[in-house]
């Protein structure tokens, strides 16, 4: 059942928490506790400074920083402040980083001391605002975060943005390899907690999640900020995960003890790995949740009997502010798939050439049409035309539908690699490599992997006679890409595969790899 009473704004939900459950926590992690009723104040102490600073409606904030409450805080306060909330991976790249500064357009950065020095660098000749470092700030024109949520702010926040406005405005890259800013609006993200993670999972007020997914996902946007708050439960944010740390907080917190464990593959696959045979305290634990890449049906079934609670596992992408499909804990399960369409929201698979509906069992590629479909990307008028057609959503992945509506997503149109919930794009890899020194030719492909799920392989083409310094290569790559993108390993070649108009034929390189 559709929980309507979740699809509304950010200030109308804080002023029903405000007055419900002041005292209870909202968000907490090993530095900072805020209930509700502190959460009321602090976005809009926070959303008020940022008007004074000269945040306009429309205006974007980047946040670049760590998982921590202040996270959590951030992403509803912009919004109060009528501006749009941008996150990046705090392991990006500081490349990646500018592109996403500069792309946005981020008129204020918040940030922490880690992150610092970066911003410090990028923000040089640019128009930023400010720069708000939590923890402190150190430097002349730096404020500090606490001073602005522990002090009236000289005006009220906005709250003016509607339901349809975008709110939030995240990351995600594209088939060229630079990342595209991935609208997201209010409708959007909360009618995926009505039509899934409140009436599927069962999020209540009464729930304490733990959450050790990074926070610049869209994955832990809406069910672990959103969902949290819209139902009014508790959550412990944790910095990374961890297995060891992970096992040792289900119990015993001031929050309560954690009822729902949201990940992804690899984190499950882990835990069992550690601790299945011996198993953790989690006395409460009701229910656990996986997304962000295909979660196999053995990991799924072993979990399941070692630790006692469904393990639900789910499709979406960040321009479907996260679910499409979802499992159910009650009734019929069929595991290795990801679940059936959300209650409401309208998916088709189709011939990719032709636009045809297939049949079950039949692959075709996924169309979605509903509330939580995107608006569009930042900027990219092109590039939205093309996978918003007629009101549908191109996904570009690849799925079996069985008679029972149970959807396998089979693979990827658009050629993504899918590494532990983090994605690869080959053309964004293949650009690093083909600037490293002693590389003529390159192309990157997935392939499977144990825990990982899947991780990039580059084929290489050396430009001369002489033996080519993989270390130095891979050293080049990881000054111009976060860690995850770096390829697992180098495969020498003498030419790349291409079709008579360029094209890589990939599998090509993937059957030599299983030959």
Same mark, same amino acid.
């Given at each position: 059942?559709?929980?309507?009473?979740?699809?509304?704004? +950010?200030?109308?939900?804080?002023?029903?928490?405000?007055?419900?459950?002041?005292?209870?926590?909202?968000?907490?992690?090993?530095?900072?506790?805020?209930?509700?009723?502190?959460?009321?104040?602090?976005?809009?102490?926070?959303?008020?400074?940022?008007?004074?600073?000269?945040?306009?409606?429309?205006?974007?904030?980047?946040?670049?920083?760590?998982?921590?409450?202040?996270?959590?805080?951030?992403?509803?306060?912009?919004?109060?402040?009528?501006? *749009?909330? *941008?996150? %990046?991976?705090?392991?990006?790249?500081?490349?990646?980083?500018?592109?996403?500064?500069?792309?946005?357009?981020?008129?204020?950065?918040?940030?922490?001391?880690?992150?610092?020095?970066?911003?410090?660098?990028?923000? %040089?000749?640019?128009?930023?605002?400010?720069?708000?470092?939590?923890?402190?700030?150190?430097?002349?024109?730096?404020?500090?975060?606490?001073?602005?949520?522990?002090? #009236?702010?000289? @005006?009220?926040?906005?709250?003016?943005?509607?339901?349809?406005?975008?709110?939030?405005?995240?990351?995600? /890259?594209?088939?060229?390899?630079?990342?595209? =800013?991935?609208?997201?609006? @209010?409708?959007?993200?909360?009618?995926?907690?009505?039509?899934?993670?409140?009436?599927?999972?069962?999020?209540?007020?009464?729930?304490?999640?733990?959450?050790?997914?990074?926070?610049?996902?869209?994955? %832990?946007?809406?069910?672990?900020?959103?969902?949290?708050?819209? *139902?009014?439960?508790?959550?412990?944010?944790?910095?990374?995960?961890?297995?060891?740390?992970?096992?040792?907080?289900?119990?015993?917190?001031?929050?309560?003890?954690?009822? *729902?464990?949201?990940?992804?593959?690899?984190?499950?696959?882990?835990?069992?790995?550690?601790?299945?045979? @011996?198993?953790?305290?989690?006395?409460?634990?009701?229910?656990?949740?996986?997304? $962000?890449?295909?979660?196999?049906?053995?990991?799924? #079934?072993?979990?399941?009997?070692?630790?006692?609670?469904?393990?639900?596992?789910?499709?979406?992408?960040?321009?479907?502010?996260?679910?499409?499909?979802?499992?159910?804990?009650?009734? /019929?399960?069929?595991?290795?798939?990801?679940?059936?369409?959300?209650?409401?929201?309208?998916?088709?698979?189709?011939?990719?050439?032709?636009?045809?509906?297939?049949?079950?069992?039949?692959?075709?590629?996924?169309?979605?049409?509903?509330?939580?479909?995107?608006?569009?990307?930042?900027?990219?008028?092109?590039?939205?035309?093309?996978?918003?057609?007629?009101?549908?959503?191109?996904?570009?992945?690849? =799925?079996?539908?069985?008679?029972?509506?149970?959807?396998?997503?089979? =693979?990827?149109?658009?050629?993504?690699?899918?590494?532990?919930?983090?994605?690869?794009?080959?053309?964004?890899?293949?650009?690093?490599?083909?600037?490293?020194?002693? +590389?003529?030719?390159? %192309?990157?492909?997935?392939?499977?992997? @144990?825990?990982? $799920?899947?991780?990039?392989?580059?084929?290489?083409?050396?430009?001369?006679?002489?033996?080519?310094?993989?270390?130095?290569?891979?050293?080049?790559?990881?000054?111009?890409?976060?860690?995850?993108?770096?390829?697992?390993?180098?495969?020498?070649?003498?030419?790349?595969?291409?079709?008579?108009?360029?094209?890589?034929?990939?599998?090509?390189?993937?059957?030599?790899?299983?030959?």
């Amino acid at each position: 059942m559709l929980r309507t009473e979740y699809i509304t704004t +950010v200030a109308e939900l804080m002023a029903v928490h405000e007055t419900a459950r002041p005292d209870r926590i909202a968000f907490i992690d090993d530095d900072r506790t805020v209930t509700y009723g502190g959460l009321a104040r602090t976005t809009a102490r926070l959303a008020g400074h940022l008007q004074q600073l000269g945040v306009e409606r429309g205006d974007r904030v980047l946040l670049y920083l760590n998982n921590r409450v202040e996270v959590a805080e951030s992403y509803l306060a912009i919004p109060r402040a009528g501006a *749009v909330a *941008v996150c %990046a991976n705090p392991q990006a790249a500081p490349a990646e980083v500018a592109h996403i500064l500069s792309d946005s357009g981020s008129r204020i950065v918040i940030t922490d001391h880690e992150h610092l020095p970066v911003v410090r660098e990028l923000a %040089a000749g640019t128009d930023l605002l400010s720069v708000i470092v939590v923890g402190g700030a150190s430097a002349d024109g730096e404020i500090d975060y606490a001073d602005l949520v522990g002090a #009236e702010a000289p @005006q009220p926040p906005r709250d003016c943005l509607g339901l349809d406005d975008v709110a939030w405005m995240l990351y995600t /890259s594209g088939t060229t390899g630079r990342p595209k =800013g991935v609208y997201l609006t @209010q409708r959007g993200c909360f009618w995926v907690v009505a039509a899934c993670w409140a009436p599927i999972a069962g999020l209540g007020p009464d729930d304490v999640v733990l959450s050790a997914l990074p926070l610049f996902h869209s994955y %832990a946007l809406v069910l672990c900020v959103l969902g949290v708050f819209a *139902v009014g439960a508790s959550e412990r944010i944790l910095p990374r995960f961890s297995v060891s740390d992970t096992a040792s907080r289900f119990s015993g917190g001031p929050e309560g003890d954690v009822t *729902v464990f949201p990940g992804v593959p690899t984190m499950f696959h882990y835990l069992l790995d550690r601790v299945g045979d @011996q198993g953790f305290d989690a006395p409460a634990l009701r229910v656990c949740m996986s997304a $962000g890449a295909i979660l196999q049906a053995s990991v799924n #079934e072993k979990f399941e009997a070692a630790f006692g609670v469904p393990l639900l596992d789910g499709y979406g992408i960040t321009e479907t502010s996260t679910m499409v499909t979802m499992n159910w804990p009650t009734g /019929s399960r069929v595991m290795g798939s990801c679940g059936l369409p959300l209650p409401g929201l309208t998916v088709r698979l189709v011939d990719p050439v032709t636009a045809a509906d297939v049949g079950p069992e039949q692959e075709g590629e996924l169309w979605v049409q509903g509330p939580n479909v995107t608006p569009g990307y930042h900027d990219l008028p092109d590039a939205t035309a093309a996978v918003l057609v007629d009101g549908w959503y191109r996904t570009g992945d690849l =799925g079996r539908r069985d008679a029972n509506g149970y959807l396998r997503i089979s =693979g990827r149109t658009k050629e993504l690699i899918i590494r532990g919930g983090e994605n690869i794009y080959p053309a964004e890899v293949e650009e690093a490599l083909a600037g490293a020194e002693g +590389v003529q030719d390159v %192309a990157v492909v997935g392939v499977p992997h @144990q825990h990982l $799920g899947e991780v990039p392989v580059a084929f290489v083409v050396p430009t001369g006679p002489g033996p080519l310094d993989h270390a130095a290569v891979l050293a080049s790559v990881r000054e111009r890409l976060s860690s995850f993108k770096v390829p697992h390993r180098l495969v020498e070649c003498r030419t790349i595969p291409r079709t008579g108009s360029g094209k890589i034929l990939r599998f090509q390189l993937q059957q030599q790899l299983d030959a």
